[in-house]
């Protein structure tokens, strides 16, 4: 057990009067879960698993759902990442401007490249899109605060002032030593092509439901033909389909010998 996770229980206890303030403002509970788990990356540096867990039960949902949310938000970091989070951006106004020339001064500098840390856990480095900053590119974030008209004597001054304690941002909290990069293994798979386990054994991306599952085919004839069918309010994230067209998918698969 590292001692982040030994200091979890008492740090929970800490934020949990602020979780309950942030929780009452919403009416439904599971509302609060995203700026629950900006809490807890304020003070880890990141979303551990247990702040995940954490705030699942809080707001009343699973943990799979939780990490669900946190996974798709790319300023959730599931793992450990530098006090320095360092966000070039690479959109079209950048790139015009030689953001490529600046991400290359970057990467020589830090000796790291995209979505890794350097060896001494100061720096993370990324290069993102579009950061909406492009009458002042080429820009960049540092932990999240605003850097623009980016040049080299302006990266430097900038690296100095963070080694020397004295840049103006404030370094992130960093609990546990983060690795080489900060990206999930799984992600990367389906980042390459791959597909993710939920879709293993699944022949086309049309058909989520596998050979042999009409439901969709279903759900858009009775669309078309002005069918349409009205739910009722639920707090469930995923909405059930209505009896009746399970009952017609199950009649059509047995017809067909599935």
């Known amino acids: 057990m590292t001692e982040r996770e030994q200091n979890f229980p008492a740090l929970l206890e800490r934020l949990r009067p602020r979780c309950e303030q942030i929780i009452a403002q919403y009416e439904r509970k599971r509302s609060a879960l995203l700026p629950l788990m900006h809490l807890f990356q304020r003070h880890e540096g990141y979303v551990s698993r247990e702040a995940m867990e954490a705030a ?19 300023l959730f970091y599931r793992r450990p990442v530098g006090k320095y989070m360092l966000q070039v951006c690479r959109g079209l106004a950048c790139t ?12 020589e500098k830090l000796g790291i490249g995209h979505l890794q840390t350097t060896a ?35 990266i430097d001054a900038m690296l100095d002032d963070i080694r020397a304690g ?7 909290a960093q609990t546990e030593a983060p690795d080489r990069t900060w990206q999930i293994p799984q992600d990367k798979q389906v980042a390459g092509g791959r597909k993710s386990r939920g879709a ?6 049309d058909n989520a439901g596998g050979v042999g599952d009409r439901s969709g085919v279903i759900m858009l004839d ?16 995923a909405l059930l389909e209505p009896r009746d067209v399970v009952e017609r998918v199950d009649e059509e698969g047995a017809r067909a010998g599935h």
């Open 56 to 74: 699942a039960e809080m707001v009343g949902i699973t943990p799979a759902e939780a990490e669900g949310t946190v996974s798709f938000y790319t």
């Open 96 to 107: 015009i401007n030689g953001a490529e020339d600046i991400m290359a001064y970057f990467r």
């Open 120 to 154: 001494d856990g100061l720096f993370s480095y990324e290069e993102v899109e579009c950061l909406a900053a492009c009458d002042r590119a080429t820009c960049m974030q540092v932990n999240l605060e605003f850097v623009y008209d980016l040049t080299p004597q302006k």
């Open 166 to 172: 004295s840049y103006a941002v404030a370094a992130m």
């Open 200 to 205: 293993a054994g699944v022949p086309s991306p």
């Open 222 to 237: 009775n669309i078309i033909n002005r069918n349409v069918i009205r739910f009722t309010g639920t707090r469930e994230r």
